[in-house]
Antibody, heavy 116, light 106 residues
Framework: QVQLVESGGGVVQPGRSLRLSCAAS????????MHWVRQAPGKGLEWLTF????????YYTDSVTGRFTVSRDNSKNTLYLQMNSLGPDDTAVYFCAREFYGDFSWGQGTLVTVSS | DIQMTQSPSSLSASVGDRVTITCRAS??????VAWFQQKPGKAPKSLIY???SLHDGVPSKFSGSGFGTDFTLTITSLQPEDFATYYC?????????FGGGTTVDI
């Protein structure tokens, strides 16, 4: 069955960087588009970024454009999110999700806390 | 960006009830709507995509409808495990956007 496992979260100081990973298993990773979505404490869901099945197409929401970079390594079945210039507003649980024609499957999330 | 206006923001219900949650898009999004269930401290779970198609393994007590700008999620025979927060999402156009959520509690 589809399994997505995020890792790389933790406590980071403002202005620093962090890279999240999402390890995929149970399906042909290279055949699916992927997304990152986050949820700040006590808040709703916020979509962040999309990457096509082969990495050729990427899209970002305005609040992370220029700071976050999505990538994937289909040989390792892994999705990445490089996050730079982190600020307190980036504190959230970060989820990766697989998409197939609007049908999403979710990972369990990893918590990122930006604090000095 | 497309705004998804979800209502109500919360509702109280009892076991066995039928509940309906609505979502209105700020522009025509065809049937490119998904619905998710989320419990506290947990990841979202997919319920519906394509406005009315059930995600694999989701029971038929959940149903979705709508096209264009107005969409509904209906849950019949509410059970204790159904008390959660529900979100709609449009994927017709990037950036993808979510509704504000509806918390269903007792």
């Amino acid at each position: 069955q589809v399994q997505l496992v995020e890792s790389g979260g933790g406590v980071v100081q403002p202005g620093r960087s962090l890279r999240l990973s999402c390890a995929a298993s149970g399906f042909t990773f290279s055949g699916y588009a992927m997304h990152w979505v986050r949820q700040a404490p006590g808040k709703g869901l916020e979509w962040l970024t999309f990457i096509s099945y082969d990495g050729s197409d990427k899209y970002y929401t305005d609040s992370v454009t220029g700071r976050f970079t999505v990538s994937r390594d289909n040989s390792k079945n892994t999705l990445y999110l490089q996050m730079n210039s982190l600020g307190p507003d980036d504190t959230a649980v970060y989820f990766c999700a697989r998409e197939f024609y609007g049908d999403f499957s979710w990972g369990q999330g990893t918590l990122v806390t930006v604090s000095s | 960006d497309i705004q998804m206006t979800q209502s109500p923001s919360s509702l109280s219900a009892s076991v066995g009830d039928r509940v309906t949650i609505t979502c209105r898009a700020s522009q025509d999004i065809n049937d490119n709507v998904a619905w998710f269930q989320q419990k506290p401290g947990k990841a979202p779970k997919s319920l519906i995509y394509g406005a009315s198609s059930l995600h694999d393994g989701v029971p038929s007590k959940f149903s979705g409808s709508g096209f264009g700008t107005d969409f509904t999620l209906t849950i019949t025979s509410l059970q204790p495990e159904d008390f959660a927060t529900y979100y709609c999402q449009q994927y017709n156009r990037r950036p993808l956007t979510f509704g504000g959520g509806t918390t269903v509690d007792i």
